[in-house]
């Protein structure tokens, strides 16, 4: 593979996967359009180290809309990471730009996808396609029953995905990624949220007890499932992507506050609606086909993410 279509380049986890593809010799074609669900200059911060490099290109641009040939141009791959994101504000009237970002987009991926040579085409998913299910853990062949408008469109994403692998032979991946955190984590998760309330003294709010559970994802970990299904990945394949780490937020809060010698104060509040209680993922199939195995615990990468913070402000 010489060159990769990478959209939501400029988010979260892809700039850190544009950063390890140009590092090991590929080019990489990026795409972002830059929407304001938060500040542009975050995402412009972690786009700055990329910029530098030869093997880097940005073309702004809405997915929803935009003319999509011009950007397969000498591509060999493609991993589509652009989302509109967040649960919590997945109702209501703004469910619209969920459409467009979440469905829409991909559709129109996956249709201009039907005419290359592409080998691969590697598409985020996510935990929240699960909803509230007791049955734990969490397979891939178990029920999918979202519990937001946001799991819904994520859910429809990968459907769309597996449905062009099998009608039309687009050799789709969808990666079912498990609550990511780390450096240049979006600034309305929750581990970005605590960290700055601890570092600036200000209260934060916690939706339910804290004693839900999340299945925790360091960002290279996922980086790493991500790389293995753009080169070695088997087509048509939907795959959880989790990093082993299932605790209660109170845990992962505590952790906060013993790395930064700092209290979070919390305001408790009700659960809101769209929250699971528990996620936990059955790894094998990442094992298996992808060779995965998560290598940064919670313990190893929440001082990591506390460090990114306090170095940026």
Sequence with gaps: MRKALVTGVAGFIGSHLAERLVA?????????????????????????RLRESPL?????????????????????????????????????????TYIDCNIKATQRLLEAARGTAISKFVCASSSSVYGETPELPMR??????????????????ENLAVLYHRS???????????????????????????????????????????????????????????????MTGPPGEV??????SRVTLNHAISIIERTLGRPVRRERRETAS?????????????????????RVSLE???PLECAWMRDTG
């Design 274 to 294: 769209g929250d699971v209680t528990d996620t936990l993922a059955d790894n094998r199939k990442a094992v298996d086909l992808l060779g995965f195995r998560p």
């Design 239 to 244: 795959i959880n992507v989790a990093g082993g």
């Design 300 to 302: 190893e990468g929440l």
């Design 24 to 48: 090991g010799g590929i080019e990489v074609a990026g795409v972002d359009a830059f929407i304001d669900y938060y500040p542009r200059p975050v995402k412009e911060a972690n786009i700055a």
């Design 140 to 157: 891939e062949s178990g029920r999918t029953l979202p519990v937001s408008p946001y799991g819904v469109t994520k859910l429809a994403a």
């Design 168 to 230: 039309f032979g687009v050799p789709t991946v969808s990666l079912r990624y498990f609550t990511v955190y780390g450096p240049r984590q979006r600034p309305d998760m929750a581990f970005h949220r605590f960290i700055r309330a601890a570092l600036s003294g200000a209260p934060v709010e916690v939706f339910g007890d804290g004693e839900q559970t999340r299945d925790f994802t360091f960002v290279s970990d996922v980086v790493d499932a991500t790389e293995a299904a753009l």
């Design 56 to 96: 880097f290109a940005l073309t702004e641009a809405d997915l929803a809309t935009a003319e999509l040939e011009p950007l397969f141009d000498g591509v060999d791959a493609i991993v589509h990471l652009a989302a509109q994101a967040g649960v919590r504000a997945s109702w209501g009237a703004s469910f619209a």
